[in-house]
């Protein structure tokens, strides 16, 4: 299944910032820099890619999941998926 949103540049270019935090954490660990600093980056980058999924998942939401029951299409298998992405979410 594609995915829901129609405005997949917004979701590249975020996708962008998160691949030049994640690189910027590893040249900060090449060059040994303090641990505070580096944890505020691997929050920052953790935080970016919470954003990232919680954009995507509001869009299948009112996209796909929206439609399924509507059309009463594997609304039950719709709903497990749901519960199932959300749960991994919120560890």
């Known amino acids: 299944m594609a995915l829901c949103g129609d405005d997949h540049p917004k979701l590249v270019a975020r996708i ?3 691949e030049g935090q994640v690189r910027g954490l590893r040249k900060m660990v090449e060059e040994d820099r ?3 600093q580096v944890l ?3 929050a920052a980058a953790q ?3 919470r ?3 919680a954009v ?3 869009d299948h939401l009112k996209g796909c999941v929206a439609t399924a029951m509507a059309q009463h299409d594997h609304e039950s298998e719709t709903i497990a998926e749901v519960v199932e992405i959300f ?3 919120i560890k």
């Open 16 to 18: 962008n910032r998160i």
């Open 34 to 36: 303090d641990c505070m």
């Open 40 to 42: 505020k980056q691997v």
């Open 47 to 49: 935080g970016a890619l």
């Open 51 to 53: 954003s990232l999924g």
């Open 56 to 58: 995507i998942l509001e």
């Open 87 to 89: 749960n991994k979410f």
